[in-house]
Each structure stands twice: as C-alpha cells, then as structure tokens.
C-alpha cells in the first residue's frame, strides 16, 4: 500500500542516495542560475513554488531580491516570500527572472500556452525563465521506477514494454493523470512547445553537466520573451 510522503522526503531529503543527490544538484543549479541571471534588486517569480524552499535559498544568499512565489496547491511556509493568488494579480514587466521548476511536466499543454502568455506579460525587457523539468527516459527511467517502487510502495506506472521503450528514448503514453505522474512526460516535446512562443538560449542536464541528456535526470531550459 502507498504511503503519504512529506514533500521534502520527495525530493531534496529522499532516502534514496542517488536520488537525493538528483534533487539537491537541481536545487544548486536553479540557485546559480538565479545568481547570474537575477540583477540588483530585482524580482524573481516561482510558479508552482511548493513550500516557497527555492526562494528561502534565495533570500539567504541575495537579501536584495523581491521574492515572488504562484503556488496553488501548497502553503508557502517562509515570511519573506510574498505568495501571489493568481498570476493576474502579477502587475505587467516587473519580473526579471521567472522559474518554474519541476511544474510545467504537471500541466497541460493548454496550460503551458497560458503559462508562456502570463510570462510574456510579467516579464521586462531582458528577463529570464528558467524552467526544469524531469527526464523520464534514458538511463534515469528505470531507476525511478525502482526507487518509486521500493522506498515509496507504489507500483510503478509503466509497463516493462514501456521502460524499454523509454530507455531507447522512444514515447509512451502520457500518464492519466499528469498531476500525480510523470508517466510518458517528455522534455524535448516540451522543449519545442516552449520555443513556439519564446526562445531557448540555454540547456543544462542535471546532475551530470557534461554528459548528453539520456545519462541525466532533469533538464534546465533558459529563455527569454524578447530577442536578446
């Protein structure tokens, strides 16, 4: 029988070595991204923030930064975080860097054309987003799927077929429910939805920079709304 699972024993406190590893390399990634992209004094917003832990990070190492978060379904747990109720509420070019970090592979594409709507509203000129997904194929596939199965208790979502499938990089079905799985989620469909309305500067893998995506477990896109 599945169990409840605090949301940091998901991630960046997973029982799991590797895993935790995964999950705190992600953390370091997106905080040195944010360094280098966010200016003085600038306004950074997490969509689909969680506990508000990215932007706790944040404020610890630039005290400058105006912290935004969007989360619908978590309680920020952190006081200098200003929790948004909608990104309407998000006044016109004001944000300088906008990350959504492990969201955009629970939504659907209806959703992340909405999503690249609101970011080419809030964001000035020469902003960036920074969006990190998970890679569910390759070598990291059946991996998952076993941790997922033994540490957590929940049967895994694919069929042996569609590991292999996934493993050689080829599609599967998308999950039934996309907000509780990452079942047939792939990154580079995503990729080139985004780029439909923004451009795609850079791409990282994580945890492992220098090797190709299919060794890797998360992708980092950078993109910006304008030219620059």
């Known amino acids: 029988m599945a169990r409840e699972i605090p949301y940091e024993e998901q991630t960046i406190d997973h029982p799991n070595p590797i895993a935790r590893y995964a999950h705190q390399k992600r953390y370091l990634n997106s905080l040195q991204l944010v360094d280098r992209l966010l ?11 969680g506990q508000g832990e990215l932007l706790h990070r944040v404020a610890s190492r630039r005290p400058d930064a105006r912290l935004l978060a969007f989360e619908p379904f978590m309680e920020i747990k952190y006081p200098e975080v200003l929790a948004c109720g909608s990104m309407e509420t998000i006044d016109d070019r004001s944000v300088d860097v906008l990350c959504a970090l492990e969201t955009l592979e629970h939504i659907s594409d209806q959703q992340i054309m909405a999503f690249m709507d609101q970011a080419v509203r809030v964001c000035r000129d020469g ?3 920074v969006v990190s997904v998970p890679i569910m194929q390759g070598a990291a596939l059946p991996v998952k799927q076993a941790v997922r199965s033994v540490l957590f208790r929940r049967y895994s979502d694919y069929s042996i077929g569609e590991i292999a499938r996934g493993v050689v990089g080829l599609p599967v079905d998308r999950a039934k429910d996309i907000l509780l799985s ?5 990154h580079r469909v995503l990729a080139d939805l985004l780029t439909t309305r923004l451009r795609l500067l850079q791409t990282i893998y994580s945890p492992f920079r220098n090797l190709p995506w299919w060794s890797n477990s998360q992708a980092f896109f950078v993109l910006s709304v304008d030219p620059n």
């Not at 200016?39 to 923030?49: R, V």
Request: hydrophobic share 35%.
């Open 127 to 129: 902003a960036r987003i």
């Open 39 to 49: 200016p003085n004094g600038g306004t950074i917003l997490d969509f689909g923030a």
């Open 182 to 186: 990452h079942k047939g989620f792939d």
